[in-house]
């Protein structure tokens, strides 16, 4: 796509140690210059919860109001969907 004499691209990185880094080849030459905008599409790892136990720990307990002895997993779509 061209805009006011610009060619736009999209190319997905990764942020590492300071420097973006493209997931895939990108067809610019050395030192050109660019203007990135930022999109995060992936949530940052917390360091003190490396397997994600502590997030899912917090859902303990989530569904206040739901009915004791109900299969609430089994029967997720009449809970979810009322």
């Known amino acids: 796509m061209r805009l006011e004499g610009?060619?736009?691209?999209?190319?997905?990185a990764i942020?590492?140690?300071g420097v973006f880094k493209p997931e895939q080849p990108v067809?610019?030459?050395e030192k050109t210059r660019v203007h990135l905008v930022?999109?995060?599409?992936?949530?940052?790892a917390d360091d003190n919860d490396?397997?994600?136990?502590?997030?899912a720990e917090?859902?303990?307990?989530?569904?206040?109001?739901?009915?004791?002895g109900?299969?609430?997993a089994r029967e997720h779509n009449k809970h979810l969907y009322k």
């Open 38 to 44: 930022i999109e995060n599409v992936s949530p940052v």
């Open 15 to 17: 942020y590492e140690d």
């Open 27 to 29: 067809s610019l030459k």
């Open 58 to 68: 917090s859902f303990v307990g989530f569904i206040k109001d739901a009915p004791r």
């Open 70 to 72: 109900e299969p609430i």
């Open 6 to 12: 610009t060619l736009m691209s999209s190319v997905d």
């Open 50 to 55: 490396p397997t994600g136990w502590k997030t």
